[in-house]
């Protein structure tokens, strides 16, 4: 049988890669990829405890609803920003960015 | 209306002056020069009337707090009950003592920036503002009012010093005034820990003196709070070893800055001492008041000391400034009702006479360009009337009998000598080294042959000779005649907690 | 108008001070007939108030009337006077010689700057000194010894331009400064017990055992240290000889008649106290007979004439504690009445001589004077003849009553130190009166234009020269009776506690007093009368390290001076050094300077990088969840 601990230990080991690409991966467009991994990590999460725990009302599923929807929005603002930045520096490295500082 | 209210409006009035003043000078473009200097010398006499009033008018022997006045502010809202914030002034005689010495010396200050070049205008804006916080902490009996005059008279300084001021100016103005601000900011704790604690909702200072003495206030909370109150007033009172922001930001500051500031802004720290720590919270005075008494007894010896070898006119007189500071905190820290009095005359008595002393170096300073000693000699000869005024403030600050300064310090050494007689051995001896500093002065710069260098310089001008003499005559009148002063300061100094006699 | 009104003796000059001070300048001849109208109201009315005084029988005061100036609590200002015998003492000699300063100062002061603040600031002193006198408590007693303290001050700064005598005017103020300090503690430490400052009260208090023995001990020797600092004992000496830069009236008047003599007056006013812990008559003693002896032998040395008598009047104040510390205020008082009238005529005397030769006062410039000078140096010699103790002189009578008195109390060992210290007065005082009258003028341009000075100055050289001859007569019952007293001197002015002491003239100590004074006078006169140099020249050659030390004064102002380089002006620069290197840049500009230094650290955490910001967030989300765990757990 499939049960909850498995989709748990999934969006776990997804969200875990997730935000491996997130700190270690030096191009933008890899770290955004991680940033999705993570959120659908969580959404998968959310929904599978609504399938187990509360099947009548999902409101898991609605909080995944949500997330999607915010990141849809959010990839589509940062990826306009990596353009842009391609654009200006002919690099997608993250660490050539750093003129925000001291 | 009752001659009571009446007297709440002089107050106010009092108040008031300076401030609507300073509003007017806004409104004057700054090419009419001399409106705005015959108007704020107006202000002046107008303030010098009205202190003398509000000291005349006391009276001995009533209820220590007269001339009330108050205005309600803010009131039951979040946690503020009724009398929450209000605008209440009142004097009792300590505070009515000191409003004199800020009336004396603030006409005399201004009268002595009459020459001011640069921006005169902005100049007196913000030194009537200076003066506006000074009178509003005598005159306030609501916590929140005290700390916002307080706060206003100290930030205006860091203007009139970086703008106005002279050697090393800009590090003197910020130094002074970080320094203290950062006291301003252990006082601005102790004050929201007391309201809080005593429960009652208000800021009013009388409120808070019951409840501080009626045992509202947990004497463990007592003695955790005093020291934000003591050292945060402390520091504006040059109590040592927070005291080093007053060499430097005399040495920086203009004449007549340095005449309010060293005159009466040292005093209003420990006015707050008094004000705040011994009445507010009596039971922490008490615990603590031995620390104090020892780190005054330090200042007096080390600020005598350390005057011994200076040679900039200005810094013996910041040492000589920390070793009296030094003996009020030694006074104070008695709580003892004759070294206490002792304590308020000497700050009136130290206020007249540093602020005459600032007023003569000023004036010597605006013609030879330096403050080294050893660069005169003689100078009696050219200047006489300035020699006589500055004798006069040294032998003050010596303890000469038939000068306030002996009243004052007298009346400290016998308090003292009652309970601590070694501290107070160590403040006569502390007076033998104030001898040796003043008169060294005297012989090196006043007297022997004169230095030809000097041959054209001139005596003091009119706008010096009027505001000196007017500073000497208080010199000579808490010398000479001093029931008055020791009657109204003793009275109200009695009803303070903890004060034994 | 009576004995109440004795404190009227002190508001008239103190008026006449206001208005010279004021107005001085303005006046005809610089008020300086003001000055001696006021002095001599003073003198007048003194008599007056002894009338009062002896009708009304001799004891305790008439007025013990003070009023309370201010009060706190139970601590309360009084004001108020008390004229008893030694206040009578007191009130004669200082009206009598400030009235003779005064006249004398018209000559001696003629033409000089500030001629009209000369005279204010004589009539200032004068006011001040009887205030102390007069004054039942020690508050005022206090405050009017200072007084007379700023006008020393301001007196032997007088010359102002000269740097020589600014530095002996600070010299002076800040030597009895310290004294003062002792002075302060002394009488707190006695208020403390006590709880009045009146001087009676407090002697009663005394009496009554009233005080722990060690605690009045310690009162009593703080008092004695401010007494020896007014009165220029040793080792605070140092102050009197320089003190001689002001003008020769004012070493009179102050630095021998009255201001120095203030210590003796207290000492003698306090006496019953220090009877009660007798181990400080003893210290007393041993500090006058030390003080006599070291100051006799360094008037030897000294060529400057005014310098040889403020050597002099060191040690005869010496003579005065001695007295007092054999527990005589009657022979201490009368050695200080008639010293007042000598060593003031002495000190004019000078002042003439110096008028006379046109500013010159070293004996090595003059001699010979007499022929030129003869009021002046029969008044000299008369004064001269009384210091070194010759009968029937005044100073004969006192001397010798301190010898009987010293004998009694502490026996031989104290009455063979302070004989010999006679023999040495009446020594050096030859040697000054032989060098400079007479023999042959050491410089004869000099001699050439030397005069005798006007009688405005040598009325008053007579005057007291004539008080030099017969005051000492006093000290017999039969001249004070005749004069309306109760007896003579012992039997006017004496302690409770011992009782009158009618004079009885005890041979041996009469015979013994005058060997000594002819020994000195001889010896003197072997070596320098007739001019001869070679003898007292051979003298000094002999030993010449003895005499290098009394030449510079056993090195007194040498050791202080070091003392005070190293000591006291060493301790400053480094409380200066701590204040500014230490407090300042390392406390105060350090712990600013960290605050920066701090945020230059931080500031690195912006690094601008994106992989950095990415994980503080996700260590932070950690250490919120794990802080989160345990707290709930």
Not at chain 2, 218 to 244: D, I, N, R
Not at chain 2, 345 to 368: C, E, K, N, P, R
Request: include cysteine; proline fraction near 4%.
């Amino acid at each position: 049988m499939v049960s909850l601990e498995h989709y748990v230990a999934l969006s776990g080991i997804l969200f875990a890669l997730g935000v491996y690409a997130v700190l270690a991966r030096r191009n933008a467009i890899l770290v955004l990829m991680g940033i999705e991994l993570m959120l659908n990590a969580v959404s998968l999460n959310f929904a599978a405890f609504a399938s187990y725990l509360d099947p009548e009302r999902v409101t898991g599923a609605v909080f995944a609803v949500f997330v999607i929807t915010v990141a849809a929005a959010e990839v589509g603002l940062a990826l306009a920003i990596v353009i842009r930045l391609f654009r200006l520096r002919a690099t997608s490295n993250v660490d050539e960015a750093a003129e925000l500082k001291w | 209306m009752t001659l009571e209210e009446a007297q709440g409006y002089v107050l106010l009035a009092t108040l008031a002056t300076p401030l609507v003043t300073a509003a007017i000078l806004v409104l004057i473009p700054s090419r009419y020069r001399m409106a705005h200097r015959y108007l704020s010398l107006a202000a002046g006499a107008v303030m010098l009337g009205l202190s003398v009033y509000v000291f005349a008018a006391y009276q001995v022997g009533h209820d220590p707090i007269q001339m009330t006045l108050r205005w309600p502010w803010v009131e039951n809202v979040a946690f503020l009950g009724e009398k929450g914030v209000s605008l209440y002034l009142g004097v009792d005689g300590i505070s009515a003592l000191l409003t004199l010495l800020n009336g004396i010396v603030a006409f005399g200050g201004i009268l002595v920036s009459w020459k001011i070049d640069y921006r005169p205008k902005d100049f007196f804006i913000l030194y009537l503002l200076l003066l506006t916080g000074v009178y509003g902490t005598f005159f306030a009996l609501d916590l929140f009012f005290f700390f916002f005059f307080y706060e206003l008279a100290v930030v205006p300084l860091y203007l009139l010093i970086g703008v106005w001021g002279s050697t090393r100016k800009e590090y003197g103005a910020l130094k002074l005034t970080l320094y203290l601000v950062a006291g301003s900011v252990l006082i601005w704790i102790g004050i929201f820990a007391v309201v809080r604690e005593a429960g009652l909702g208000t800021f009013s200072l009388p409120a808070l003196w019951e409840a501080g003495q009626s045992g509202a206030l947990s004497p463990a909370f007592q003695k955790t709070f005093f020291p934000f109150f003591a050292l945060g007033c402390g520091v504006l009172a040059g109590l040592w070893p927070f005291h080093t922001w007053s060499p430097d930001g005399h040495m920086s500051a203009p004449t007549a800055v340095s005449m309010v500031h060293a005159g009466v802004l040292m005093k209003l720290g420990a006015f707050g001492i008094i004000r705040l720590g011994i009445q507010i919270l009596p039971q922490g005075a008490e615990f603590w008041m031995p620390t104090l008494l020892v780190l005054g007894t330090i200042g007096a010896v080390y600020g005598a000391v350390g005057a011994l070898t200076q040679r900039d006119f200005k810094l013996i007189s910041g040492y000589s400034s920390v070793s009296h500071m030094g003996y009020v905190l030694m006074g104070l820290g008695t709580l003892n009702a004759v070294a206490m009095t002792g304590a308020v005359l000497q700050m009136f008595s130290h206020g007249v006479m540093t602020a005459l002393v600032f007023l003569l170096i000023g004036a010597i300073y605006d013609q030879a360009h330096t403050r080294d000693m050893k660069d005169f000699g003689g100078v009696a000869k050219v200047m006489p009337l300035w020699v006589i005024g500055y004798v006069i403030a040294g032998l003050a600050n010596v303890g000469l009998p038939g000068l306030s300064g002996f009243t004052a310090e007298f009346h400290i050494f016998v308090g003292t000598f009652r309970s601590y007689p070694v501290f107070g051995a160590l403040g006569i001896v502390a007076a033998a080294f104030a001898a040796a500093y003043m008169l060294r002065l005297f012989s090196i710069v006043f007297f022997g042959p004169l230095n030809p260098r000097w041959a054209s310089l001139r005596d003091a001008r009119p706008v010096e000779v009027i505001s000196g003499g007017l500073l000497i005559l208080s010199i000579l009148a808490m010398g000479l005649y001093w029931a008055p002063f020791v009657e109204r300061v003793s009275g109200t100094v009695l009803h303070l907690p903890g004060v034994a006699n | 108008m009576g004995a109440e009104h004795a404190w009227l003796l002190a508001a008239i000059p103190a008026g006449a001070f206001v208005v010279l001070a004021l107005f001085g300048r303005y006046l005809a001849r610089g008020g300086d007939w003001l000055g001696i109208a006021a002095i001599g109201t003073s003198f007048a009315l003194f008599f007056v108030v002894l009338a009062d005084f002896l009708g009304t029988g001799s004891g305790l005061g008439p007025f013990a009337a003070s009023i309370d100036w201010t009060r706190i609590g139970d601590f309360s200002f009084p004001m108020g006077i008390y004229v008893d015998p030694i206040t009578i003492v007191m009130l004669a000699v200082i009206t009598t010689v400030a009235l003779m300063v005064n006249v004398f100062s018209v000559g001696y002061m003629k033409g000089e700057p500030r001629y009209w603040w000369f005279f204010a600031v004589l009539q200032l002193f004068a006011a001040s000194m009887i205030l102390l006198v007069l004054a039942d408590n020690l508050l005022l007693l206090y405050i009017s010894w200072e007084l007379v303290g700023l006008c020393s001050f301001l007196l032997i700064g007088f010359y102002w331009e000269k740097r020589s005598a600014v530095e002996a005017a600070k010299k002076a103020f800040v030597t009895t400064r310290i004294g003062d300090v002792g002075l302060l503690i002394g009488i707190i430490l006695l208020w403390r017990e006590a709880g009045t400052f009146n001087i009676q009260e407090i002697l009663h208090l005394a009496e009554e055992g009233h005080f722990s023995h060690t605690y009045l001990l310690v009162a009593m020797l703080f008092i004695f240290v401010g007494a020896m600092g007014k009165s220029a004992q040793v080792p605070f000496h140092v102050w009197l000889p320089d003190a001689m830069e002001g003008p020769t009236p004012v070493s009179a008047l102050i630095h021998a008649a009255t201001m120095v003599v203030a210590g003796v007056y207290l000492v003698n006013r306090m006496l019953p106290a220090f009877e009660v812990v007798d181990e400080t008559l003893l210290v007393i003693t041993i500090v006058g007979l030390v003080t006599a002896l070291l100051t006799g032998f360094m008037a030897f040395a000294q060529t400057d004439i005014k310098k040889v008598l403020a050597y002099s009047t060191v040690g005869q104040l010496g003579f005065m504690f001695v007295a007092a510390g054999a527990g005589a205020p009657e022979a201490s008082m009368f050695h200080l009445m008639t010293h007042a009238f000598f060593k003031a005529l002495l000190f004019l005397a000078a002042g003439s001589v110096i008028i006379g030769t046109h500013h010159h006062q070293d004996m090595g410039e003059l001699g010979g004077l007499w022929k030129k000078m003869p009021i002046t140096g029969t008044t000299f010699l008369v004064g001269s003849l009384a210091l070194a103790g010759v009968p029937p002189l005044a100073g004969f009578w006192s001397k010798d009553e301190i010898l009987v008195v010293l004998d009694k109390q502490w026996g031989p060992w104290a009455v063979s130190l302070l004989g010999f210290a006679a023999v040495l007065t009446a020594f050096y005082t030859t040697r000054l009166f032989i060098r400079t009258f007479l023999g042959q003028p050491r410089d004869a341009h000099i001699a050439e234009h030397t005069a005798e000075t006007p009688p405005v100055m040598t009325g008053p050289l007579v005057f007291l020269a004539v008080l030099s001859i017969v005051s000492g007569l006093v000290v017999f019952h039969e001249v004070g009776t005749a004069l309306g007293f109760p007896g003579g001197f012992g039997e006017f002015v004496f302690l409770p506690t011992h009782g009158p002491h009618a004079y009885e003239f005890d041979a041996a100590f009469a015979g013994g007093s005058v060997v000594l004074a002819v020994l000195g006078i001889f010896t003197a006169s072997w070596f320098y009368w007739g001019g001869r140099l070679d003898r007292s020249t051979r003298l000094a050659q002999w030993q010449p390290r003895l005499y290098d030390m009394l030449v510079n004064k056993f090195y007194f102002d040498e050791l202080y001076q070091a003392a005070i380089d190293y000591g006291v002006l060493g301790f400053s620069y480094v409380v200066s050094w701590f204040d500014r290197y230490v407090v300042n840049d390392t406390g105060v500009d350090g712990s600013a300077q960290l605050t920066g230094y701090t945020g230059y650290i931080l500031k690195h955490l912006q690094s601008g990088r994106l992989p950095h910001y990415a994980m503080s967030l996700a260590l932070g989300v950690v250490a919120l969840a794990v802080a989160g765990l345990v707290m709930r757990g």
